[in-house]
């Protein structure tokens, strides 16, 4: 895994700020420990950065990389899992190889079929190109998403990198806040791309390239999911055996390494499926690791220590379990708020952190699950959704009347009243974001000092996805692969994984595996009272029963608690009169009717406020990014 980063002048004559770019990629140091690799092209007007963490051929793959006559040259970040079977067919065809390294393959498949030919790389990946025949630079992401790369371009110059704080460094001033980008945020927890929470910067989209030269920029995408994902309707029992063998097979090209190579082992079936597996390809010496949050006082129906420890007992695995306490993860919150990057208002940052730096003591690499829920239908409101449309959807008053009435019978009313305003809707992505959001645009519109109503376009925006298919579960599993996915669970696991330069892969968004699985209906993902059917199918004998049937649960902190406790006084001072009054985007009287609700315990408004602070200590830290 690497960090990559660069600078190329627009203007003839004008020199790329070469320096500037060294600073961006030392900036970036925890993506690449083990080399750092620098470029500048003939006529000076392109640098590139680069960081690299040693996986694949670690003797001959330093970067930047580039072809025999040095005519193009490449800054990689990621892994390319096909690489051995295309580097087979470009040796037929005439290409010669220095090293053993997926990064040159990626050189000559684009000089062999130019952009065309990055549809067929299988992986992970955000590359820098450049063509120094052809005058241009070609930026480009994989399908899914799972590496980053932002951009900044105006008439001058192109700025690139892979984290937005690098990117800073690099246009020289902190851009300022987009009011949009805030109100999406709080709503959605993270900010949907191509957009960034910066005026002028840009998240290249998943499967999308960039290209800059004389004629300036342009952009495009090389791969949409769901145009190459028709449904059909093939046999059941033969998906079923495609969707294991596929399993198997990306968990057997993503164990390919130089490092040492663990898991992620929650005790879910995500994570369980992928440790059979690499108990069955490898043998012995399978290391896990986990966080035990009992310390922490979560319930116990949602700590999942004894389920990573029956998995862990059942594959036989070399465990490692990372018992927290409260003081530990409060003590490593300001890391995650400064390492996140772009605001990710995701309290699962907190224990990804925790596992990784614990996991980095052994392993330079981890397979994880992140992936299969959007995939195979994991969530709740999928099953809700379903069983909504089902009843054809009450009508919109009754269904208020009915949250009203029920909410002064739950200590926790707020996640009813959402479920029963977002079934009551009747369009399909207005419906959608109100699953997803986290506050309400009422609530919202007290909050912000620059109080507009984004709603209407966000929902547009997401209206995409419900268009164009009849199967309206696989339209919502393509809402949330798109953006839920890309833009919140990929970025925690890049953001907290690199934080201590360990490479995360996720074998579940195999390039050919999504396509399998996005083609068949969504009824065989999404039952009435159980998600994941189709994937329960396919491990069955292969993970232990009482894990395919339990209940699903995640990386749960006490927030709740902790807010009226041991983090009041780091929540109270951060959003203190004064400090609100600093960052100037929220009403100070709306942010204290929020606390004294919360610490009333007539509703728990821990993931609302966990938002707001984490926003607050953010753009505390973003004026110290230029340095």
């Known amino acids: 895994m690497c960090g990559i980063c660069g600078e190329l002048r627009m203007r003839p004559g004008d020199a790329a700020a070469a320096e500037t770019v060294r600073a961006m990629a030392r900036g970036m140091s925890h993506r690449g420990p083990d080399q750092e690799g620098f470029y500048l092209s003939r006529d000076r007007s392109l640098a590139l950065g680069h960081r690299r963490l040693k996986i694949i051929d670690l003797s001959t793959g330093d970067q930047p990389m580039s072809n025999e006559d040095g005519s193009v040259v490449i800054a990689f970040n990621g892994e390319i899992y096909n690489f051995q079977g295309l580097r087979s067919e470009l040796e037929s065809q005439g290409h010669v190889f220095k090293t053993r390294s997926d990064t040159e393959v990626i050189i000559h498949l684009y000089e062999q079929e130019g952009i065309d030919g990055f549809a067929r790389l299988s992986g992970m990946f955000a590359f820098a190109v450049f063509d120094e025949k052809r005058g241009r630079l070609v930026l480009a992401r994989d399908q899914v998403g799972i590496k980053p790369l932002f951009y900044y371009a105006d008439s001058r110059r192109l700025v690139f990198a892979s984290e937005l704080r690098a990117l800073v460094r690099g246009i020289g001033s902190v851009p300022s806040l987009r009011d949009q980008a805030v109100f999406e945020y709080l ?47 093939a046999g059941r029992r033969q998906a079923v055996e495609k969707i294991r063998s596929g399993i198997e097979a990306s968990v057997r090209g993503q164990l390919a390494a130089e490092v040492p190579v663990g898991a992620f082992l929650s005790g879910g079936i995500d994570s369980s499926t992928i440790v059979a597996l690499m108990k069955r390809i490898k043998g012995e010496g399978v290391k896990t690791f986990s966080v035990d949050f009992s310390a ?77 829920d959007e995939l195979f239908g994991g969530y709740l409101r999928y099953r809700l959704e379903r069983i909504g449309r089902l009843l054809g959807f009450l009508a919109r008053p009754a269904l208020l009347k009915l949250a009203g009435n029920l909410a002064g019978n739950f200590s926790n009313s707020l996640r009813l009243r959402k479920a029963l305003r977002a079934l009551s809707e009747k369009d399909a992505a207005l419906r959608h974001v109100l699953w997803a959001s986290v506050f309400s645009r009422e609530r919202l519109s007290e909050l912000l000092l620059r109080g ?176």
Not at 201 to 221: E, F, I, N, Q, W
Not at 343 to 353: E, G, H, L, Q, S
């Open 187 to 233: 709503l959605l927890q993270y900010v949907p791309g191509p957009e960034t929470i910066f005026k002028g910067v840009l998240k290249l989209p998943p499967g999308g390239y960039l290209v800059a030269d004389a004629a300036g920029v342009k952009t495009g995408k090389f791969f949409e999911l769901r145009r190459k994902a028709p449904v059909e309707r």
């Open 296 to 372: 922490l006082g979560s319930p116990a129906e949602v700590n999942e220590t004894y389920w990573s420890k029956f998995a862990a007992e059942h594959f036989q695995s070399e465990h490692r379990q990372l018992r927290v306490s409260a003081e530990d993860a409060i003590g490593c919150f300001d890391t995650v708020v400064d390492r996140v990057d772009e605001p990710v208002a995701d309290p699962a940052c907190i224990p990804t952190y925790l596992i990784s730096r614990l996991a980095r003591g052994e392993v330079t690499v981890v397979l994880s699950g992140e992936g299969a």
């Open 452 to 627: 507009n109503d984004f709603f209407p376009a966000l929902a547009q925006r997401f209206g995409v996805c419900f268009s164009g298919s009849p199967d309206h579960l696989n339209n919502m599993l393509a809402a949330d692969f798109g953006t839920w996915l890309a833009d919140d669970l990929l970025v925690k696991v890049d953001r907290m994984s690199m934080a201590v330069s360990l490479e995360a892969r996720v074998p579940f968004l195999d390039l050919g595996l999504i396509e399998t699985v996005f083609a068949l209906p969504g009824e065989w993902k999404i039952g009435l009272f159980s998600g994941k059917k189709i994937l329960k199918d396919a491990v069955e004998g292969l993970v232990p029963e009482a894990i395919i049937r339990r209940k699903k649960a995640g990386f749960t902190l006490p927030l709740g608690q902790w807010f009226r406790s041991e983090m009041k006084e780091l929540l109270t001072g951060q959003l203190s009169p004064g400090e609100l009054k600093r960052a100037g985007i929220f009403d100070a009287a709306a942010v204290e009717r929020l606390l004294s609700e919360h610490f009333s315990g007539r509703d728990d408004l821990s993931l609302q406020l966990y938002a707001i602070l984490l926003l607050q200590m953010w753009t505390a830290k973003i004026k110290d990014w230029t340095r």
